[in-house]
């Protein structure tokens, strides 16, 4: 299944970029990846302890952005994480 998504993301990169070379875009990317990841799971944690301590529950320029959804989403990856 790993490779298949490999497979199926390196196409869309080849066919996408006018590049020379797709695959050091693809490589790019895929480094890139992990720290993406960091990043949300953080930006995830922040959001839920900022409505944590708020008295209305909600963070409203986040939630505006985001929506209320990617609370509930955060549940899943940190529990992945842990």
Same mark, same amino acid.
């Given at each position: 299944?790993?490779?298949? !998504? &490999?497979?199926?993301?390196? !196409? $869309? $990169?080849? &066919?996408?970029?006018?590049?020379?070379?797709?695959? *050091?875009?693809?490589?790019?990317?895929? /480094?890139?990846?992990?720290? *993406?990841?960091?990043? @949300?799971?953080?930006?995830? &944690?922040?959001?839920?302890?900022?409505?944590?301590?708020?008295?209305?529950?909600?963070?409203?320029? /986040?939630?505006?952005?985001?929506?209320? *959804?990617?609370? !509930? *989403?955060?549940?899943?990856?940190?529990?992945?994480? @842990?």
């Amino acid at each position: 299944m790993r490779s298949r !998504i &490999e497979d199926t993301l390196f !196409i $869309i $990169i080849k &066919e996408a970029r006018v590049s020379s070379n797709p695959v *050091v875009c693809f490589g790019n990317i895929l /480094l890139s990846l992990p720290i *993406v990841t960091m990043l @949300a799971n953080t930006m995830c &944690e922040n959001m839920q302890f900022a409505q944590a301590f708020l008295d209305f529950g909600q963070f409203p320029l /986040l939630t505006d952005l985001f929506g209320y *959804v990617l609370t !509930i *989403v955060c549940n899943c990856f940190i529990s992945y994480k @842990a």
